[in-house]
């Protein structure tokens, strides 16, 4: 049996894996889904919400609590991949392996803000239609705040989606943050904890937001154990692309653990 912790990207929450967790779990595994910092029922608002140790909190307490000889299988989603980075480097003894699943993957060259500041420069500002993107203008740590909007996010995140994954994203989404500013301050994750930790990297190949070049030179920034592609998946893998998303985890822990 394997153990998934599951990990949303921004402004969703566990629920975003409704369709996974039920099919990793009939297949004998264990499966949990966490919300992090003032995502889905997680209480905190993002205002009080400030670094991205803060938001990465529920994962560091869940790795944290552990048996001491337990290892879990990390899949992190979207930008919860400074997520996994950050648990990477506090507990690379506790993970097996560690999945991308259209993720940011930084490295352990560059500020972990790197990636994140090169996908931006290819990103216009008429790209984000009705999302609202401002400042919460803290003087101490400020920090970006992102509302999706729905037509962007029918056009540009579940473009391959059911109409029924759509509606419940705009029911459920939360405002939240990339920490770009605080990532930009980070030293680079290192070799020695966050490079020692097996990667898979699940490229989504028609993803419009983070698109099939952009993660292929994640990769080749920072080479991987093995790559999978799911051929008709947008940026919302694990809900355009269950069965396949489910299919290369299932193929991971059998390979890994």
């Known amino acids: 049996m ?24 009939s297949a004998g595994h264990r499966v949990t889904a966490i919300d992090l910092g003032a995502s889905g029922i997680n209480m905190a608002k993002i205002q009080e919400v400030h670094t991205l140790s803060d938001y990465t909190q529920p994962l560091i307490e ?25 648990a990477m480097d506090r507990f690379p003894h506790k993970i097996s392996i560690a999945v991308f699943v259209a993720a940011h ?11 994140m500041d090169k ?19 803290d003087p101490v740590k400020p920090k970006n705040i992102v509302v999706f909007g729905p037509k962007w996010m029918a056009s540009n995140l579940y473009q391959l989606s ?12 939360r405002p939240g943050s990339s920490f770009q500013e605080d990532l930009s301050k980070w030293k680079p994750f290192s070799k020695e904890r966050y490079g020692t930790v097996n990667r898979v990297y699940i490229v989504c190949k028609k993803d419009l ?3 099939e070049d952009f993660q292929r030179w994640m990769i080749e920034n920072n080479p991987v154990k093995e790559v999978m592609e799911i051929e008709d998946a947008d940026h919302m893998a694990m809900l355009s692309k269950p069965n396949e998303v489910c299919s290369c985890l299932l193929d991971i822990a059998n390979k890994y653990n």
């Open 2 to 25: 394997v153990h998934f912790v599951l990990v949303h990207g921004i402004c969703h929450g566990a629920w975003c894996w409704y369709k996974v967790k039920p099919v990793l779990e």
């Open 62 to 86: 869940l790795l944290d609590a552990l048996p001491p000889e337990e290892k879990v299988t990390l899949v992190g989603h979207s930008l919860a991949g400074y997520n996994l980075a950050h």
């Open 105 to 115: 993957m930084p490295d352990c060259t560059h500020p972990p803000s790197y990636v």
């Open 119 to 137: 996908l931006n420069k290819t990103i216009t500002a008429e790209f984000w239609l009705d999302t609202q993107l401002s400042s919460d203008l």
């Open 162 to 173: 059911s109409s029924q994954d759509l509606a419940l994203a705009e029911m459920l989404t």
């Open 209 to 211: 937001t983070a698109t």
